[in-house]
């Protein structure tokens, strides 16, 4: 079965299609570029982020590319990945984000390779639309060995996905085991 859409007015075609195949997936095989947080490729999908945000024709509302499977229900379809619509919502989505999200990451692991912080410069607000204090989330200790800093939202919430789903695998091998 070969797809024929239009991907930012550019023909293309699918020939032989996956099942699992989704919009964020093949617009990063052509090199577009979509932004997203949540998107990790083994992992479930949680489309929470609503940072990759595309508009298809004959929907209404915006689309988040990463949970949109593409199949023949996207025959002589056109997705749009930069129109205005979806760059004010990218916008959106960041100053909520960084409510209170702290702008010099003073405890950030990552040590300047923040990618809250390259996601703002390409698709946030250059100035902040907030000039209050901003909450402050204190660092919870879940036992003598882990401890939460909710600082980091998004890594926390991929960290406690990518445990939820390692434990439905050894779960799945142990059953398998036992039959």
Known sequence: MIIRFKLNEIE???NGIREDITILQVCTANGMEIPGFCY??????AGNCRMCLVYVTNEEKLLAACG???DENFDDESIETEIDE???AREGVMVIL???HPLDCPICDQGGECDSRE???????DTGRFYIKKRAVEVKTFGRLIKGILENIFEYIEEKRRKKEDAKVLRRKQEIERD
């Open 40 to 45: 990790h490729e083994k992992l479930t999908i």
């Open 12 to 14: 293309c075609e699918i």
């Open 86 to 88: 979806i760059l004010k």
């Open 98 to 100: 960084l409510i209170n």
């Open 119 to 125: 996601q703002t410069m390409a698709y946030g607000l």
């Open 68 to 70: 949109i499977p593409l």
